[in-house]
């Protein structure tokens, strides 16, 4: 009931194409949904989050969709571009919980 | 000022040595945290410290000793490593988790472990 489930695992996106990654959770209790951007020998940064009570939030070229009946959501990233090349990690926690439990990562190509 | 700062970057060090990772961060986060990452797989949690306090250890083996000196600084001293212990070690801080509103945790670029 912990795990956070992602998908795909890779992904071959074209320049100015959009790239969707999916995560599905099962604990209800989960309260805080970030994604996590990691270039090649550097840490995760925040990308963007979001709470339940929100259904989509965007930031600039980044989008995050999320469906609390079906208890999944995704990230969008409009008009690829090949320095969004990275790995994504999306990411749960609960309330008041210290814990972030992440999915399993998409490494993200983006083709010039 | 939202850096983490880890060092060194990389580590080579044999399986009898003593080392010890460090982390450091001035944002006045209350919380920090030591995290494993294998290649191609998400950070692992393996310590939580809150208030200078071990809140949350996750059954990591004795040869990996944290210590946290002050709210400012977290050490991770290693001794007798395995070669599967080979890993990128991340250290993140944030402010209390546990409070409504805290949310984001700020990475460091992590230190590249090799046990040989």
């Keep these: 009931q912990q795990q956070v489930k992602q998908s795909p695992q890779s992904l071959i996106v074209q320049k100015g194409g959009i790239s969707i990654i999916n995560c599905a959770y099962e604990n209800t209790a989960f309260d805080y949904f970030p994604w996590y951007q990691q270039f090649p020998g550097k840490g995760p940064a925040l990308l963007i989050a979001i709470r339940p009570d929100v259904s989509e939030k965007k930031e600039g070229r980044f989008t995050i969709s999320f469906n609390k009946s079906a208890k999944q959501f995704s990230l969008h990233i409009m008009d690829s571009q090949p320095g969004d090349s990275a790995t994504y990690f999306c990411a749960a926690r609960g309330q008041g919980a210290q814990k972030l439990v992440f999915g399993q990562g998409t490494r993200l190509t983006i083709n010039p | ?116």
């Design chain 2, 1 to 116: 000022d939202t850096e983490v700062t880890q060092t060194p970057k990389h580590l080579v060090m044999g399986m009898t040595n003593k080392k010890s990772l460090k982390c450091e961060q001035h944002m006045g986060h209350r919380a920090m945290y030591w995290y494993k990452q294998k290649a191609k797989k998400p950070p692992e949690l393996m310590f939580v410290y809150s208030y200078e306090k071990l809140s949350i250890n996750e059954s990591v083996p004795s040869r990996f000793s944290p210590e946290c000196p002050n709210s400012s600084l977290l050490n991770l001293h290693l001794h007798a490593l395995q070669p599967e212990d080979s890993a990128l070690y991340l250290c993140a801080s944030s402010q209390d988790m546990r409070r409504p509103g805290n949310t984001e945790a700020f990475f460091g670029q992590g230190t590249r472990l090799t046990v040989v």
